[in-house]
């Protein structure tokens, strides 16, 4: 029985090395819409404005109006804001500027002359991804590069930075661009070129290595059969711990 599970290990391991070994040449396909991605003269931020969401917060400026001035107002789920003095305004989907227009024109029905300003107070709304062996959504600053993102967090040994995938939606979340990155080649020779600034909802894949992928296949397929074989070959490494290499017995007695 033991040397049939032996059997079964090292069968199994064979096809798998075999298989990987037919794959370490592949990978996601080589994809090219670097014109998307780049830009010239190249950005140091993002160029989209930015579009409040909830939950969002903002603080109104607005010196000539104390009542309304440096409230700091959470967009509600529903996408309102409620502000003294104006009641609710829907603030989603508008940017600081255009909510800033409708807040002065309503607040004029008490003042006669006053300038109203919007500012961000908390981006809370707005992310990008990343997915593979480097996970989770980061919020969107408008300033992070590929390569901040790829090492915000480290990139753990499992990574196959050679082989990064960089997916853009557009703003009905249909997919229309992607690109291949070296990251490595990025990091060892110093070529930022393909270094863009991150847009939301950027989607950055690292996938894993051949020999991680290796590793994990050989751990799944025999992680069922594991407590078998070591319920069948226990006695047996207990047997020989307790006899001597002569064959005596060293129980004590």
């Known amino acids: 029985m033991r040397q049939g599970f032996s ?16 794959m370490v ?5 080589k994809y090219t819409d670097y014109d998307d991605f780049m830009k010239t003269p190249r950005p140091i931020v993002a160029g989209k404005p930015y579009v ?22 959470q967009v509600r789920p529903d996408g309102f804001v409620t502000l003294h003095l104006v009641g609710d305004i829907f603030a989603a989907g508008k940017t600081p500027s255009q909510l800033a227009s409708e807040i002065e024109e309503k607040i004029l029905r008490y003042y006669q002359d006053v300038t109203v300003q919007v500012e961000m ?5 707005k992310f990008y991804y990343m997915v593979g062996e480097i996970q989770g959504p980061r919020t969107f600053t408008g300033r992070d590069t590929l390569l901040f993102a790829f090492l915000a967090n480290g990139v753990p040994p499992t990574a196959w930075p050679e082989k990064v995938v960089v997916l853009r939606p557009n703003e ?22 393909y270094n863009f600034v991150i847009e939301e909802g950027d989607i950055i894949w690292t996938p894993i290595n051949p020999f991680a992928w ?16 070591n319920a069948y ?7 020989n711990q307790v006899t001597s290499p002569r064959g005596q017995n060293n129980r004590g007695f």
């Open 214 to 229: 290796i590793g994990r296949i050989i751990q799944n397929l025999l992680s069922p059969v594991d407590p078998i074989i």
């Open 233 to 239: 070959t226990t006695p047996y490494r207990l047997e």
């Open 121 to 125: 107070n908390g981006f809370n709304s």
């Open 25 to 29: 040449g592949c990978g996601p396909p």
């Open 7 to 22: 059997a079964y290990r090292g069968l199994a391991l064979a096809a798998i090395v075999a298989m990987a070994a037919s």
């Open 52 to 73: 409040i969401e909830p939950p969002d917060s903002v603080r109104v400026i607005a010196p000539s109006a104390p009542e309304i001035n440096d409230q700091v107002l």
């Open 172 to 193: 009905r979340a249909e997919l229309i661009r992607r690109m291949s990155v070296d990251m490595r080649e990025m990091l060892e020779t110093g070529d930022l070129k």
